[in-house]
């Protein structure tokens, strides 16, 4: 009796490296589009430093978290992970415009 577990098994694994490689990839233009992002921040913490503007803008935060939270209702993403995540982003960005406003430059880490 032939064993059809294993050609599922096979389907089923074949399946998952399709989706998984779809991941990668999204997984990779989220890297590179992140990395644009804080280029351009960059950017924006130079200019404030060069201006002496401080490195936060609590407003523009304000404005940009509730329409980041109404796109991520929008595409059916929880508003409170898109909430979590720009939070995160937004301190890293505040760290690199104070370091850029007492240094000049930003360190990374390799």
Do not use: C, Y
């Not at 990839?25 to 401080?54: S, W």
């Not at 991520?72 to 301190?91: G, I, M, Y």
Request: charged share 25%; aromatic share 6%.
């Amino acid at each position: 009796m032939p064993d059809h577990g294993s050609d599922r098994d096979e389907s089923v694994r074949a399946e998952l490296d399709g989706i998984r490689l779809s991941i990668d990839n999204i997984d990779a233009a989220l890297t590179h589009l992140l990395a644009e992002r804080f280029r351009f921040t960059q950017q924006v913490g130079r200019l404030k430093a060069a201006n002496g503007m401080p490195p936060s803008d609590p407003e523009r935060e304000r404005v940009q978290l509730a329409r980041l939270r109404a796109l991520a209702a929008e595409s059916h993403l929880d508003p409170a992970f898109a909430e979590k995540w720009f939070n995160f982003v937004v301190a890293e960005v505040i760290h690199h415009h104070e370091q850029i406003a007492s240094t000049g430059t930003i360190e990374t880490q390799q």
